[in-house]
């Protein structure tokens, strides 16, 4: 066995604990046997302490994943029964707009299905269980189905059924988005993929149908998505034409070829690379083009006329367009003004910490901005108004991606709750309405809450189960009351 970093007694000095990495070990002092092994944390464990008095009987240990824990030793020797869990990376959340209960997790061999209001894992959706790559996924408003691209294969999934309804060979696929509300389904092919020569393929599906609507080929220096416009059916594209980087907007509903231009500053100016193209929140003609990593120009596709220069921007921007965001990879976070591009508010002054990987966002109303930097590893929350920091999250493992109302690089799905009493009054009330905060709604008398997901799947099976497992569990409790174990992790 390896070393142990952290030894206690624990039970009134007649169980002996190990912390050895991330397990702990527990021994009966006297008879000598190991009574159980658990997986307590997701890093090494620093230290123990017990506390054991005629009212409590715990055990606390810490551990390198930043989490403190609080064990009832008076239930650890219980039973314990494995559950079904992510065991990939994570690359993508999707939450259902109309159902914010239920959240998509995008791995690379499968789909995942979750209640985030009860942090609970549902189902795994894969087609091919040998052997399948899911590269693009989106999923519907209602939350009813789900759009997937696994191994070269478009799959629309039916969720109450669990079912593929619809499925079209599509191979090299760059992007899939919704169109129109939701009618039409939009498909970035890289049809021609070689050193000296690229083409790719815009293709529209009508919804639900499936059946081809549009298609347009293009060539292009390099594979970027569409962007899509704010009034759903205008698709922004970037060609490539005469040998240089051109935008083409195009009205999918009508199939009708609207703009075309180069988007050059002054006409002396020889080439324009673009990176991405980001749509206006506010304005159907307006799209910002990023000429660099923290370069933008805002221009107004009808006129084809330049607005105005962003020399310090990401790429973030506010879901009313007001407000967007710089933060160097060499440290600083900054609010910037859309209409001016001046810097508005520091939330961070330049600082020099090396060069790390950030990832900032807006909340969906724009009252907060979010900061993760990969090299403190924590998620920080500044409030817009007044730029004070309004927490710090360190989470267990390196964040990959996150979404509007919930990132996570060993496969666990992490939901958080942003605390700002100042902006959100009704916070407290909402918290007391989650499954794992009863304790909140008996101190407040409010109701619990209770959850949308299930009424999206079919359950017909679910009393057999419960019957089920409630007679196995009343053969092995003898029929007595026991009490249930508790875990307090503490971040």
């Given at each position: 066995?390896?070393?142990?970093?952290?030894?206690?007694?624990?039970?009134?000095?007649?169980?002996?604990?190990?912390?050895?990495?991330?397990?702990?070990?527990?021994?009966?002092?006297?008879s000598e046997q190991l009574l159980r092994a658990v997986d307590a944390h997701f890093g090494r464990i620093l230290n123990l302490q017990s506390i054991s008095n005629p009212h409590q009987n715990l055990l606390i240990s810490s551990s390198i994943d930043h989490s403190?824990?609080?064990?009832?030793?008076?239930?650890?020797?219980?039973?314990?029964?494995?559950?079904?869990?992510?065991?990939?990376?994570?690359?993508?959340?999707?939450?259902?707009?109309?159902?914010?209960?239920?959240?998509?997790?995008?791995?690379?061999?499968?789909l995942g299905i979750w209640d985030i209001r009860a942090h609970r894992f549902i189902t795994t959706l894969v087609a091919n269980v040998h052997g399948a790559v899911v590269t693009d996924c989106l999923l519907s408003a209602d939350?009813?189905?789900?759009?997937?691209?696994?191994?070269?294969?478009?799959?629309?999934?039916?969720?109450?059924t669990q079912s593929v309804v619809h499925s079209l060979p599509a191979p090299s696929v760059h992007q899939i988005v919704f169109l129109y509300r939701e009618h039409f389904l939009g498909v970035v092919y890289k049809q021609v993929d070689t050193p000296e020569h690229k083409v790719a393929r815009f293709a529209v599906y009508s919804l639900p149908s499936f059946e081809p609507h549009f298609?347009?080929?293009?060539?292009?220096?390099?594979?970027?998505?569409?962007?899509?416009?704010?009034?759903?059916?205008?698709?922004?594209?970037?060609?490539?034409?005469?040998?240089?980087?051109?935008l083409q907007t195009i009205d999918v509903v009508e199939k009708l070829f609207k703009h075309k231009f180069r988007p050059r500053q002054v006409k002396k100016q020889k080439d324009v690379i673009v990176h991405r193209v980001i749509g206006s929140p506010t304005n159907s003609n307006h799209i910002i083009v990023m000429d660099g990593d923290a370069r933008g120009c805002v221009w107004d596709m009808k006129n084809r006329k330049l607005l105005r220069v962003l020399p310090n921007f990401n790429g973030v921007v506010s879901t009313d367009g007001k407000l967007g965001l710089y933060a160097p990879t060499k440290g600083g976070l900054y609010i910037i003004d859309m209409k001016s591009g001046s810097t508005l508010r520091t939330l961070i002054g330049a600082v020099a910490e090396g060069v790390n990987d950030v990832i900032t966002a807006f909340t969906p109303n724009c009252l907060h901005v979010l900061y993760y930097h990969n090299g403190h590893k924590t998620l920080r929350c500044y409030r817009v108004s007044d730029g004070s920091l309004v927490g710090t999250f360190r989470p267990h493992a390196q964040l990959t991606c996150w979404t509007a109302d919930a990132r996570g690089q060993d496969g666990s799905l992490l939901t958080t709750v942003l605390y700002d009493d100042l902006v959100y009054e009704e916070v407290k009330l909402k918290l007391a309405q989650l499954p794992s905060r009863k304790h909140l709604a008996d101190y407040l008398h409010v109701p619990y809450g209770t959850s949308q997901v299930d009424e999206i799947f079919d359950v017909r099976n679910l009393g057999a189960v419960t019957a089920a497992v409630t007679r196995f569990k009343s053969l092995i409790g003898g029929g007595t009351n026991s009490k249930k174990s508790q875990v307090c992790s503490i971040q």
């Open positions: 066995m390896h070393s142990t970093s952290a030894l206690t007694f624990a039970s009134n000095d007649t169980i002996f604990v190990a912390g050895t990495r991330r397990h702990l070990y527990l021994w009966n002092i006297a403190i824990k609080i064990w009832n030793m008076e239930n650890i020797f219980e039973k314990s029964y494995s559950i079904s869990t992510m065991d990939q990376p994570i690359e993508r959340i999707l939450i259902a707009k109309n159902n914010p209960s239920l959240a998509v997790v995008q791995t690379r061999k499968y939350g009813k189905t789900i759009i997937a691209v696994e191994s070269d294969t478009l799959l629309v999934w039916e969720l109450r298609s347009y080929e293009y060539p292009c220096r390099m594979f970027r998505e569409a962007t899509l416009m704010k009034d759903g059916r205008t698709v922004c594209l970037v060609v490539l034409f005469k040998g240089h980087d051109s």
